[in-house]
């Protein structure tokens, strides 16, 4: 699943609420997969604009991700 083409802005938080969003009725499904040894997580590509800085994870986001039992992975570039 991927917000590319979904999303249309460049705050990662954006397009990490749109993948949970897409993720909110299947939530029985993801906890079945990972019973079953299936690892999932969110994943982001990031690059600096300014070349310092980075991603910021808001509160309702980490709660999100965390009561859904997924990790999120950044590549980041500077």
């Known amino acids: ?8 802005s460049r705050d990662v938080q954006r397009h990490i609420l749109w993948i ?5 009725d299947r ?8 019973d079953e ?9 990031w ?4 070349g310092h800085g980075g991603p910021e994870l ?6 999100r991700l965390s009561s859904m039992s997924l990790k999120i992975g950044f590549d980041v570039y500077c």
């Open 1 to 8: 699943m991927s917000s590319q083409g979904n999303v249309e």
């Open 20 to 24: 949970l969003d897409q993720l909110i």
């Open 27 to 34: 939530e029985a499904l993801l906890k079945a997969l990972q």
């Open 37 to 45: 040894g299936h690892e999932i997580d969110v994943f982001c590509f």
């Open 47 to 50: 690059v600096s604009a300014h």
């Open 58 to 63: 808001s509160p309702e986001i980490m709660q």
